[in-house]
């Protein structure tokens, strides 16, 4: 059973529209941090949230963390195929470890 | 920037080999981790690291174990090869606690025949 959940699990959009990934659990996190992997990497870092309510955009991704701290949301608007990629959430549960969603598939069709 | 090698993208390797999984990183990072990633299970953490010589089991030990030798380098070790290890395999170091974000290596995946 996955600590976190993401939903949907794959995603197929036309480039130009906005979508939304969901992250939720029923565990609190101290944080909570989204990654991207492109086929044939590694995940990166793209940011982490700390507070409760807490909002960051990055470009034209903005990332928020639920006010409870148990769930997040990534939404990209005006999606492009550069977005294509492999979205995981990670939350901390202590002593430096990370427990991973299974990821959201996102294709970007130009 | 940090970066974390793996010494193989893909390998190939037969049923009860012995196999050494590498993974190096160049920043002077504490903290080192080797997970398994599968479609629709995420990444799984078999074991981490959080100095020379020191070891933790993560989620997923079984089949597996590990040395750190040196900082820089943490290695994964298949005592006896079983196809259902054949996996995607990511090592990955941080700094100063997952806050700051785990840095990855390109993976190796493996496949046991």
């Known amino acids: 059973t996955q600590l976190l959940e993401q939903s949907p699990q794959f995603l197929s959009i036309q480039e130009g529209e906005n979508l939304t990934v969901y992250c939720n659990s029923s565990s609190v996190f101290s944080s909570l941090q989204w990654y991207r992997q492109e086929p044939g990497e590694g995940p990166v870092l793209l940011v982490t949230?700390?507070?409760?309510?807490e909002v960051k955009k990055l470009k034209r991704l903005t990332f928020q963390f639920g006010d409870a701290r148990k769930d997040s949301s990534l939404h990209i608007t005006a999606a492009q195929p550069g977005d294509t990629g492999l979205y995981l959430c990670?939350?901390?549960?202590?002593?430096?470890?990370?427990?991973f969603g299974a990821g959201t598939t996102v294709t970007v069709r130009a | 920037d940090v970066k974390v090698t793996q010494s193989s993208r893909y390998l190939v390797k037969r049923t009860g080999e012995k196999v050494f999984l590498e993974c190096v990183q160049d920043?002077?990072?504490?903290?080192m981790f080797w997970y398994r990633q599968d479609p629709g299970l995420g990444l799984r953490l078999i074991y981490f690291s959080y100095d020379v010589k020191m070891k933790e089991k993560g989620d997923i030990p079984e089949g597996y174990s590990v040395s750190r030798e040196k900082k820089e380098r943490f290695s994964l070790i298949l005592e006896s090869a079983s196809t259902n290890q054949t996996s995607m395999y990511l090592c990955a170091s941080t700094l100063d606690g997952s806050f700051y974000g785990y840095t990855f290596g390109s993976g190796t995946r493996l496949t046991v025949v």
């Open positions: 990670a939350g901390e549960v202590g002593d430096y470890k990370l427990s």
């Open positions: 949230v700390v507070t409760g309510g």
């Open positions: 920043m002077d990072h504490e903290n």
